[in-house]
T-cell receptor, first 111, second 115 residues
Framework: GQQLNQSPQSMFIQEGEDVSMNCTSS?????WLWYKQDPGEGPVLLIA?????ELTSNGRLTAQFGITRKDSFLNISASIPSDVGIYFC???????????FGQGTRLTINP | DTEVTQTPKHLVMGMTNKKSLKCEQH?????MYWYKQKAKKPPELMFV???????INESVPSRFSPECPNSSLLNLHLHALQPEDSALYLC??????????????FGPGTRLTVL
């Protein structure tokens, strides 16, 4: 079945640093989604991408849908303490309802 | 309104109990989902309802019984659960299959502990 390889698995950074994470797959996806999850809470949708090559921003967050449709990245600029959490990428094949999730990137910020 | 609500927030039950988890959305979505999430893992799909009909069952044990009474509500009935069923149970909703913008919105989850 489809798999998403998300990296890095964890990041330990200083407040104010920029962050970059990505997801790759051997399968083509028509939709890429990026979620953030705080402990004990549900995932919150950060950015949705629908077209190959699309670059979308949401405040300090920027995500891109890879040209090959097999990858996506998420950048966070000037990190702040509330950025701490687990970030998941998820892909959706056209016509499907089952999201394929990456394993998550755990972000820790040292003040 | 992009909110999915879930009740209860926490649930502790014994292996012989019967309980239900509830989920509600008012975004006009016609697809609703149940996921199970273990610690440090991504959510795992359990069930999908599309237009109030069960469209996907990911080989979930029969001790989990979903129900979609109407387009806004989704229930998960629990009976004779095992301790390994302890997890965060997430509900999500989206536009149905075939729509171009079908991102899934998650609720806050129910933390279930089976003793």
């Amino acid at each position: 079945g489809q798999q998403l390889n998300q990296s890095p698995q964890s990041m330990f950074i200083q407040e104010g640093e920029d962050v970059s994470m990505n997801c790759t797959s051997s399968s083509i996806f028509n939709t890429w989604l990026w979620y953030k999850q705080d402990p004990g809470e549900g995932p919150v949708l950060l950015i949705a991408l629908y077209k190959a090559g699309e670059l979308t921003s949401n405040g300090r967050l920027t995500a891109q849908f890879g040209i090959t449709r097999k990858d996506s990245f998420l950048n966070i600029s000037a990190s702040i303490p509330s950025d701490v959490g687990i970030y998941f990428c998820a892909g959706l094949i056209q016509g499907a309802q089952k999201l394929v999730f990456g394993q998550g990137t755990r972000l820790t910020i040292n003040p | 309104d992009t909110e999915v609500t879930q009740t209860p927030k926490h649930l502790v039950m014994g292996m012989t109990n019967k309980k239900s988890l509830k989920c509600e959305q008012h975004m006009g979505h016609r697809a609703m989902y149940w996921y199970k999430q273990k610690a440090k893992k991504p959510p795992e799909l359990m069930f999908v309802y599309s237009y109030e009909k069960l469209s996907i069952n990911e080989s979930v044990p029969s001790r989990f019984s979903p129900e979609c009474p109407n387009s806004s509500l989704l229930n998960l009935h629990l009976h004779a659960l095992q301790p390994e069923d302890s997890a965060l149970y997430l509900c999500a909703s989206s536009l149905p299959r075939g729509y171009p913008y079908n991102e899934q919105f998650f609720g806050p989850g129910t933390r279930l502990t089976v003793l």
